[in-house]
């Protein structure tokens, strides 16, 4: 066994800090040049909420700081030159103000905080920030609200997610289905305990939750179910017939349909109606289905064949198939970028035989990058029990600004800006990892190691292991959801 790998197990990993990188021995990897660019519109940058939230930060007075506009009122050499305030004046004319979005505009990766000078530079170091900032650190951690104000600006005007108002009588759970168990662990992200353990559902593939919190629906491989799980007891409370087996498992947003991927040739999607409690229809696809994925707009279910190397688009609204995407390889997980107004703008792919993912143009359908994640010198590859997907777990992060993407063959996370897709950091998550999923604020991403019967528990931003969670034999499917909870 190597060294580094036997340092692992004693101490929590090194990881890259975005920014400027550093390494420690054996732990860390060199980020490589940026891979090619998936071509794609990047978001506008609005006027109107630069004037009525970016703007006043510059004028903002934080403790043992000078304000922004000390340094960057045109009276000193900096790259930030904002027009001057005449004397008394708390704001600026629009005249003005077009002038400083100018200034400022040049500084954004519009679509990308993590890219952006104007968020990197004041930011602290260990954050993600740049080395050096002459008007001092002004954010320790990309969670402060106007670091958060910024990066909203920057999206395109998406909020970063909070699980404030979550309500009285309900709690965020990581649910973890063990793949060689009867059943799945459901994790409190607040302890990184396991609070419960869910039992009798034999070879649990796939999970989701109702949006109300009352129920889970896991697929059950042995009985070709789909099992309905009360959120407060855990009983199994029905078990629905499906048209053969099943593989992963998807619900809409509202709530009232649950589409379920049948692995079984010729292949399918089985529609729920969570109503009913019954399986309302079977729309054939071409091949059997791994998985499936409602898109962020609850507009498309999206479901990948591995043996038809093919992903099936269907009208949610309809639930008839509407067009067919092939690809070079077999599907494996998915994910999706939005556009600024909530549709579907890329998918993002792992293919079989390919150590990293692909891009898709969801309105034409074409590929648009390739991107394959590049050796880590001093650690040894896995090539056994690969089971054909070297890399196997996908994630957008809820901010929609970075893209976590699990090897098998080194046991790390790559991370990806979004949607420049440049590399920003590595971190060790086990043996065999495999699904990922982020607390609904976006602070810690949870991944399953199946090798190692655990869950990592990963700081998001600063991309350290922080926890790590014994569960079941061999876990890989998990999701986040907020639950009813017996009091």
Not at 213 to 238: M, Q
Not at 416 to 424: G, Q
Not at 466 to 478: S, W
Request: hydrophobic content about 40%.
């Amino acid at each position: 066994m190597p060294s580094s790998r036997l340092m692992r197990s004693i101490l929590v990993p090194a990881v890259l800090a975005l920014g400027t990188p550093t390494f420690t021995a054996a732990q860390t990897a060199p980020v490589p040049e940026p891979p090619p660019r998936a071509t794609s519109a990047a978001p506008a940058l609005d006027f109107a909420t630069f004037t009525t939230k970016v703007q006043p930060l510059f004028l903002a007075k934080r403790e043992g700081l000078m304000t922004c506009m000390t340094c960057h009122d045109g009276k000193v050499g900096t790259r930030l030159q904002l027009d001057p305030l005449p004397e008394g004046a708390t704001t600026w004319s629009e005249e003005a103000a077009r002038k400083n979005f100018k200034a400022v505009s040049s500084l954004v990766v519009p679509g990308s905080p993590t890219t952006s000078r104007l968020l990197l530079h004041p930011l602290d170091r260990d954050a993600g920030g740049d080395a050096f900032h002459g008007g001092g650190k002004h954010w320790r951690s990309q969670t402060d609200p106007e670091w958060q104000i910024l990066a909203a600006w920057v999206r395109g005007g998406r909020p970063m997610p909070t699980t404030a108002a979550i309500p009285a009588g309900m709690a965020v759970r990581i649910i973890q289905t063990n793949a060689a168990g009867d059943g799945a662990h459901l994790i409190d992200p607040t302890t990184n305990l396991v609070t419960s353990v869910l039992k009798g559902v034999e070879i649990p593939h796939g999970v989701t939750s109702a949006p109300d919190g009352t129920r889970l629906y896991l697929t059950n491989e042995v009985r070709h179910t789909l099992d309905v799980v009360d959120a407060k007891t855990l009983a199994v409370t029905t078990r629905i017939p499906l048209s053969g087996q099943p593989n992963n498992v998807s619900i809409t947003k509202d709530g009232r349909k649950v589409y379920v991927g049948i692995r079984s040739a010729p292949g399918a999607l089985d529609v729920i109606d969570t109503v009913a409690l019954k399986n309302v229809k079977t729309v054939p696809t071409k091949g059997g289905i791994h998985n499936v994925y409602v898109t962020p707009d609850s507009k498309w279910a999206v479901a990948g064949s591995i043996p038809e190397r093919t992903i099936s688009i269907v009208d949610v609204a309809t639930d008839t198939l509407t067009r067919t995407i092939p690809m070079s390889a077999g599907i494996r997980p998915m994910a999706f970028t939005t556009n600024p107004d909530g549709s579907t703008k890329t998918i993002i792919v792992q293919l079989s035989d390919f150590h990293g993912f692909a891009t898709v143009d969801f309105a034409t359908g074409k590929e648009t990058a390739r991107i394959e994640h590049p050796d880590i010198p001093g650690e040894h590859p896995h090539r056994d029990g690969l089971q054909g997907a070297p890399a196997h777990g996908l994630a957008v992060s809820p901010d929609g600004t970075r893209l976590w993407s699990t090897s098998k063959v080194f046991g790390y996370a790559y991370v990806h800006s979004l949607p420049d897709l440049k590399e920003v950091g590595r971190v060790f998550v086990g043996q065999h990892p495999e699904w990922l999923t982020f607390t609904p604020d976006g602070k810690y991403v949870y991944v399953a190691a199946a090798g190692d019967n655990a869950v990592f528990v990963v700081d998001a931003v600063a991309m350290k292991e922080v926890a790590r969670v014994p569960v079941g034999q061999v876990p890989k499917r998990n999701a986040t959801a907020i639950l009813q909870v017996a009091r």
